[in-house]
């Protein structure tokens, strides 16, 4: 793997200090839907989730699998934006580590269950979201035009 630019070292951390965040595609008719997700960031950029067969977002990802994830702060005005496409990872290429990371985030809140638990019984499936483009927008300690704020570390 190469080596990270510090924007990228940015983005990849601010990744990983957070748990959740919100997945956008459309639908046939162009119609958009978004749904907020546990996910996981693994080195390569590559975000994960789970989900069950009977979601909205799983039906609409199996016809278009072009979607859009954004991670965000409330308290520090910083975010991650990804364009990108989602897939299904079949049982025999999941990665222990991944589904350990995910069942660690979903069940971090000792207050509340995962959504997920809620939901009508279906097949659950892991889900890959694969980078196109990323970028790390950081406006809590830009305080000029001429500070940069936005870093685009991949494409």
């Known amino acids: 793997m190469k080596e990270l630019t510090k924007e990228e070292r940015l983005a ?11 997945i956008a595609s459309v639908t046939k008719d162009g119609k958009p839907h978004a749904a907020t997700i546990y996910y996981y960031a693994a080195d390569d950029f ?10 909205k977002k799983y039906q609409l990802y199996k016809d278009n699998s072009q979607v859009a994830f954004v ?7 910083q975010t991650v ?12 290429n999941q990665d222990m580590k991944t589904i350990a ?5 979903m069940a971090g809140n000792s207050t509340f269950t995962a959504p997920l638990t809620k939901l009508d019984a ?7 979201i694969t980078p196109t ?5 950081d406006f809590a300690f830009g305080h000029h035009e001429s500070d940069t704020v936005f870093f685009e570390v991949k494409k």
């Open 71 to 77: 991670a965000s702060d409330e308290q520090v005005p």
């Open 12 to 22: 990849l951390s601010f990744l990983h200090a957070h748990r959740t965040g919100v």
């Open 46 to 55: 590559s975000i994960y989730f789970i989900t069950k067969v009977n979601t």
């Open 101 to 105: 990371n995910l069942t660690e985030i």
């Open 81 to 92: 934006q990804v364009e990108g496409t989602v897939e299904e990872v079949p049982y025999e």
């Open 133 to 137: 483009w990323l970028r790390f927008a």
């Open 122 to 128: 279906a097949k659950v499936v892991l889900m890959k």
